[in-house]
């Protein structure tokens, strides 16, 4: 969307190049600073002076493969789905609805898309891999969250639109955790900075996590 052409309009003008389809399939730090192997149509091995690892849910499993990083400095992580369901029908809503939120996060809210259709959630289950299917049988829990701030709502009018998976750094039943930037005095590797539990509101933060990663690398 708009942001996200923004901001590669920013780093391509910067003398950035951006390459997709070129997973990370391992990486290593030695003396010689950060070597990354990429897969995808044109494999090669890349060697940078500094790495950003910020690749969401596949940050934790990148480094807990990397070799030389102390694997004692990684969190554990959890995966926490969420559904949404659009609704085929008219609402009263021309702003987004947020319900107070419970201990698990923000609650199922309102959200209108650039058409005004209103699209709810997300909820959130605990998955052990993540997947994006979104079952039917989750609309009674969507009506009864969403009838408690829209008791109007005709559930027979919501249907499954799409999943997210969140890595996530508490479990069922932990305490929220925050975003985890991890730097050089943190493992002890010189210009590499990984960033765990990259959640909501990540995108929302994007700018202000952008600085916080430049103090990072820049303090060494
Ligand atoms: C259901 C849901 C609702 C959300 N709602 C909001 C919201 O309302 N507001 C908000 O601010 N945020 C929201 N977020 C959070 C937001 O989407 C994230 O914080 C943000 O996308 C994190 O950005 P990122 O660049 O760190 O990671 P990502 O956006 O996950 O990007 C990581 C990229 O790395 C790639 N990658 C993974 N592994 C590798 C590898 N080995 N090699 C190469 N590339 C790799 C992935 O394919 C992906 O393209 C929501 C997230 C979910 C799941």
């Excluded at 029908?89 to 259709?117: E, S, V």
Aim: hydrophobic share 40%; aromatic share 8%; with cysteine.
């Amino acid at each position: 969307h708009a942001l996200m052409q923004s901001l590669l309009a920013d780093f391509t003008a910067a003398g950035g190049v951006l390459v997709c389809r070129a997973p990370v399939t391992a990486a290593l730090t030695d003396e010689q600073g950060h070597r990354l192997t990429l897969g995808g149509e044109s494999p090669c091995v890349l060697c940078a002076p500094e790495v950003v690892n910020a690749a969401g849910l596949g940050a934790l499993p990148l480094a807990s493969q990397w070799v030389n990083l102390p694997q004692e400095t990684l969190p554990r992580g959890y995966y926490g789905k969420g559904h949404y369901f659009t609704y085929n029908g008219r609402h009263p809503f021309k702003r987004l609805i947020y319900p107070l939120p419970d201990a698990a996060g923000l609650g199922i809210h309102l959200t209108l898309d650039l058409a005004g259709q209103a699209r709810f959630g997300p909820d959130l289950e605990w998955v052990q891999q993540p997947d994006y299917q979104v079952a039917e049988s989750l609309r009674g829990n969507f009506a009864l969250a969403i009838q408690r701030w829209w008791p109007g709502l005709d559930p027979a009018r919501l249907a499954p639109a799409y999943a997210g998976v969140r890595p996530k750094l508490h479990g069922p039943g932990e305490g929220v955790a925050d975003f985890m930037l991890q730097g050089p005095r943190d493992h002890g590797l010189e210009g590499l900075v990984q960033l765990f539990g990259m959640e909501s509101p990540g995108l929302t933060a994007s700018l202000a996590v952008a600085e916080a990663v430049l103090g990072l690398l820049e303090s060494g």
